[in-house]
């Protein structure tokens, strides 16, 4: 059964309760003066709540706060706010992440009642269609690349990974570009999209595995991907908790689920992080972009986003940068899984849309994409078979 809490003080909403009797199992979390943020949310997880009633004796400044909190780190939980209602309110709590407020004038209770009943069992519909497949071998999942600074080959080694996973399981690996202001994996990919993730993970999105396998574009490579939107405008009307629960979809209907992101912890990139099993840490030889790497690890270890298994991979590796692997492992406090050498071939490559997997360029770094996919699925991938000319020696790091 779908878990409801209602924040409030003891006597606030005590007429919800009878009225959702048998609908949601319903539970009170405690809310005072001294009542934080986090105390709240804690409570939510631990009563595995997926709606959260925040009552009318809540304050402006805690609802909105809340609201954030699970908009970047839980979106799986639907936030409701049950309070009087202004303009003003209304416009702060939906950027915050609340999903609707109602107002306690008059049938206030009745109409709450009504909608919390009609978002349950929107949730338990969605609950059937995301329920993970029952394989003994199913070792697959969610593997999201993340890199803060921009220009640190993210998009590269999300691309050719996905492609090293697809030589390994074919039909059986999706790539999710969720750098939704300048995503360039249908570019990269030479690839003519008509569908986008906006059409699946918008506010009003409506998802089953049909429309969301409709959604998605294939490659030749057997590979599928769901890009970027193809506007701002689109970009901006993504919801979280809609774009949590695609990724959740995807991980049931496909063995793996590569996610590229944006520069930044953005929404997305959180949401991504929170749904995965693998992360794929990029940075670049330079101080700067290793110690915003850092400082997004340690953020989202404070949002209790650490449980997934890491792999660092540090890209356009160069002797003349003055920064060593050892120097980037003790500003990360982590070790160099893979190292991808200075290239200007990858430029190249993503300028023609044809990744470096499927390039016939000699001499290329391939090792480090398959390597890194052996490591993930236990299975080693086929290196094409690129021989250098004579004379010249591969240039494996």
């Known amino acids: 059964m779908i878990r409801t809490s209602i924040v409030s003080r003891d006597e606030a909403l005590s007429d919800l309760h009878s009225l959702l009797s048998g609908t949601t199992a319903v539970t009170r979390i405690s809310y005072d003066d001294v009542t934080t943020v986090e105390a709240v949310v804690d409570g939510l997880v631990a009563n595995r709540s997926e709606i959260a009633i925040l009552g009318p004796d809540v304050e402006e400044s805690f609802t909105l706060s809340l609201a954030t909190v699970l908009r970047t780190s839980h979106p799986e939980i639907e936030c409701l ?17 609340v999903r609707d407020v109602f107002d306690p004038h008059g049938d206030g209770i009745q109409v709450l009642a009504e909608n919390v009943t009609a978002l349950v069992q929107s949730l338990e519909l969605r609950r059937q269609h995301t ?6 071998d199913w070792n697959g999942g969610t593997i999201t690349i993340i890199g803060p600074k921009g220009g640190t080959g993210k998009t590269t080694v999300a691309v050719n990974l996905a492609l090293a996973l697809c030589q390994i399981n074919p039909g059986e690996v999706v790539l999710v570009d969720l750098d939704l202001v300048a995503g360039e994996v249908t ?3 030479n690839l003519e999209a008509v569908r986008s993730v906006a059409n699946v993970a918008g506010p009003n999105s409506y998802q089953d595995p049909t429309t969301l396998k409709m959604t998605l574009s294939s490659h030749a490579s057997g590979l599928f991907v769901l890009p970027a939107p193809a506007s701002l405008l689109d970009a901006e009307m993504i919801d979280q908790a809609s774009l949590f629960d695609t990724l ?3 991980s049931n209907l496909f063995r793996y689920v590569v996610v590229d992101t944006g520069p930044g912890s953005t929404d997305a990139t959180v949401t991504a992080v929170k749904a995965s099993k693998e992360l794929v840490l990029v940075a670049t030889p330079d101080v700067g972009g290793l110690r915003t790497l850092d400082r997004h690890l340690e953020a989202f270890a404070a949002a209790r986003l650490d449980s997934a298994r890491r792999h660092f991979v540090l890209n356009k590796a160069d002797s003349k940068s003055g920064v060593t692997v050892a120097n980037a492992e003790d500003i990360l406090g982590l070790d160099v899984d893979f190292v991808i050498p200075a290239d200007r071939q990858f430029l190249q490559a993503t300028n023609l849309g044809s990744p470096f997997l499927e390039s016939k360029s000699r001499g290329l770094p391939l090792a480090p994409f398959t390597e890194l996919a052996a490591t993930i699925t236990g299975v080693q991938a086929e ?6 000319e004579a004379g010249q020696k591969r240039r494996f790091w």
């Open 81 to 97: 706010a049950y309070r009087l209602n202004t303009p003003t309110f209304l416009v702060s709590a939906v950027r915050a992440g």
């Open 248 to 250: 959740v979809m995807l």
């Open 187 to 189: 570019d990269v990919l």
């Open 131 to 136: 329920q993970a497949p029952v394989e003994d």
């Open 383 to 388: 290196v094409p078979s690129a021989q250098p």
